[in-house]
């Protein structure tokens, strides 16, 4: 009797112990041996999360993790998403992040020179489950845009490069929220004012900042540009801007020439006055606060790329002025040919 009430303790004994091992596996320890990136779409399945973590690192105890899963249901209730596993989750703990679509943002940046919607679209579409297509069409949908404020011809207007934080599976709604957002907060007080005694709507900023942007990278002179286009826009002259004869183009010309200055489209600022419709890019901030605190009183009417320094330019007061150092790149090009 003894041996069976010593055989009955040494039983139960062992089933709380493997209860608790269990429990103490699948909800305290750390299963997974490197950090790992998980993506779930609707149709994404346990056999699909679990071959996106083996292949990122590894698991420690995959069954436990299996039976997790099927404790907890997550093939009904798993919610699509990006989900950072890291090493020190448990079993426990990533079943409930699936299950309560514990995401974790992805990072959107928009960088360089953003001058055509298949690029903005396509750098947005890598990052995020939105199709690139779907987001192309939308930078071209004047109702979808009306209620942000925007149009297809003014939207770059409020996608400024920078380095955005979104859920992978953001709807359109939650891209263009998120622009409008940080588009609102860049127009703080201080840049309204500056806008206001310059005589320029926040739009106007951005136009004349597009173009800006796509004239150089050389940020040091963007105040000297801008100076031009707002001396030009005082005196009532037109912008003559290559850059937005080349967007009637869609940048695709290797260089402008004279005949390309012909262009019919409200965007070449040789034939028209004023402003173009709309930013012929996606201004940076560099070039928005250079539009800003634009260089007007240097009183530069005229620029030129300079012989000296690749990349940068030589600006004139006078057309006589401009006309020289015009002549000596054109000879240093012509040199360079022969």
Not at 40 to 53: K, R, Y
């Amino acid at each position: 009797m003894k041996k069976v009430v010593k055989y009955v303790i040494a039983a139960v004994a062992f089933f709380v112990f493997v209860q608790f091992w269990g429990y103490f596996r699948d909800a305290k320890l750390p299963n997974f041996t490197s950090r790992a990136d998980v993506y779930v779409t609707d149709t994404t399945t346990i056999d699909g999360v679990i071959a996106q973590i083996k292949e990122q690192g590894g698991i420690r105890f995959e069954k436990a993790l299996r039976k997790v899963f099927e404790r907890k249901r997550v093939s009904e209730f798993m919610t699509p998403g990006y989900y950072k596993i890291e090493p020190s989750y448990s079993s426990v703990y990533v079943a409930r992040m699936l299950n309560n679509a514990w995401q974790a943002p992805v990072k959107i940046t928009l960088s360089g020179s953003l001058r055509l919607k298949s690029e903005v679209a396509s750098r947005i579409g890598r990052t995020i489950l939105l199709d690139s297509a779907a987001i192309h069409r939308a930078l071209n949908d004047d109702a979808f845009l009306k209620k942000y404020g925007f149009n297809s011809r003014t939207v770059y207007a409020m996608i400024i490069p920078d380095t955005y934080e979104i859920y992978w599976d953001a709807t359109l709604d939650d891209l263009f929220s998120l622009f409008k957002r940080e588009y609102d907060k860049f127009w703080t007080k201080e840049r309204l004012d500056k806008a206001a005694s310059l005589k320029l709507s926040p739009m106007d900023v951005s136009i004349v900042a597009s173009i800006v942007r796509c004239e150089s990278n050389y940020v040091p002179e963007y105040p000297d540009l801008a100076g031009v286009y707002l001396n030009r826009l005082k005196r009532g002259m037109r912008l003559q801007a290559c850059p937005t004869v080349a967007f009637c183009y869609d940048f695709k010309l290797t260089r402008v020439l004279n005949k390309h200055l012909k262009v019919d489209s409200p965007y070449n600022t040789y034939t028209h006055g004023g402003l173009p419709p709309g930013p012929i890019c996606c201004p940076t901030k560099a070039a928005l606060d250079a539009v800003l605190n634009a260089n007007l009183s240097s009183g530069y009417l005229y620029f030129c790329a300079s012989t000296q320094t690749p990349g940068r330019h030589l600006f004139a007061k006078t057309y006589k002025e401009h006309s020289r150092n015009a002549k000596t790149y054109q000879q240093k090009v012509l040199d360079k040919k022969q």
